[in-house]
T-cell receptor, first 118, second 111 residues
Framework: EAGVVQSPRYKIIEKKQPVAFWCNPI?????LYWYRQNLGQGPELLIR????????DSQLPKDRFSAERLKGVDSTLKIQPAELGDSAVYLC????????????????FGPGTRLLVL | GNSVTQMEGPVTLSEEAFLTINCTYT??????LFWYVQYPGEGLQLLLK?????DKGSNKGFEATYRKETTSFHLEKGSVQVSDSAVYFC??????????FGKGTTLSVSS
C-alpha cells in the first residue's frame, strides 16, 4: 500500500513569491492534515479536513495561506506571498477511523516538503 | 489547553545502553498517546501508541506505558543500537483531532 505522497520534496523561493505544496493521502483515508514543523520543534497543525470539509483551520494564517481538498482526496496548500518566517517543513498526514474508532486512529505522515524562503 | 512536555536532548548513549525519554502531558479527558520517530532525512513514523490508561505500547524493542496517575508516557528501550539514532516525538490526540507534539528529543547512539 502506498503511503502519503507529497511534492515537491524541496523548494527554494524568494520572499513575496507564491508557493504550493501537494499531498495525496493513503487511499481510503478521509481525514487529511497539514502540519508545519519549524526547525527543532514538533509539528503544529495548520488545517484538518474531513473529506472535502475543513473542520479545523483555526491555526491557518488566512491572510497568506490557503488550502483546498476539492474532491476529498488530494490536497493543495498555498502560501502567497511567502515570508522569511515561512521557512519550515510542511507535513501532510492522513488517517481513517478503524475498529478502534477515532480514539485510536493513527496518523500517517508523508516525507514533507522542506521550504526555504530567501 | 492540551500540551506535551518531553525531556530536552540531545541524549547521547553508547550502544547497548538503557534508554529513557521522559514525556508528560496535560489534557482534559482521556487522550490517546503516541511516540513518533524521525530518522535522518525521513518523515515521521509511528513507533508505538496507547489509547487508554495502563496500556503498554511496544515496537522494535521500545516500550511506553500510559500512566494516568502521573500523566506520563515515558519511552524506554533496554539496549539501544546505532540505528536507533533519530529524533523522537511524544504526542497526544483526542477524539481524532490533530496531534499535539512535544518538541522532540534527539538520540545519538555511538558504537
Amino acid at each position: 500500500e502506498a503511503g502519503v505522497v507529497q511534492s515537491p520534496r524541496y523548494k527554494i523561493i524568494e520572499k513575496k513569491q507564491p508557493v504550493a505544496f501537494w499531498c495525496n493521502p493513503i487511499s481510503g483515508h478521509n481525514t487529511l492534515y497539514w502540519y508545519r514543523q519549524n526547525l527543532g520543534q514538533g509539528p503544529e497543525l495548520l488545517i484538518r479536513y474531513e473529506n472535502e470539509e475543513a473542520v479545523d483551520d483555526s491555526q491557518l494564517p488566512k491572510d497568506r495561506f490557503s488550502a483546498e481538498r476539492l474532491k476529498g482526496v488530494d490536497s493543495t496548500l498555498k502560501i502567497q506571498p511567502a515570508e522569511l518566517g515561512d521557512s519550515a517543513v510542511y507535513l501532510c498526514a492522513s488517517s481513517s477511523p478503524g475498529l478502534a474508532g477515532a480514539r485510536g486512529e493513527t496518523q500517517y505522515f508523508g516525507p514533507g516538503t522542506r521550504l526555504l524562503v530567501l | 489547553g492540551n500540551s506535551v512536555t518531553q525531556m530536552e536532548g540531545p541524549v547521547t548513549l553508547s550502544e547497548e545502553a538503557f534508554l529513557t525519554i521522559n514525556c508528560t502531558y496535560t489534557a482534559t479527558g482521556y487522550p490517546s498517546l503516541f511516540w513518533y520517530v524521525q530518522y535522518p532525512g525521513e518523515g515521521l513514523q509511528l513507533l508505538l501508541k496507547a489509547t487508554k490508561a495502563d496500556d503498554k505500547g511496544s515496537n522494535k524493542g521500545f516500550e511506553a506505558t500510559y500512566r494516568k496517575e502521573t500523566t506520563s508516557f515515558h519511552l524506554e528501550k533496554g539496549s539501544v543500537q546505532v540505528s536507533d539514532s533519530a529524533v523522537y516525538f511524544c504526542a497526544l490526540t483526542q477524539a481524532g483531532t490533530a496531534l499535539i507534539f512535544g518538541k522532540g528529543t534527539t538520540l545519538s547512539v555511538s558504537s
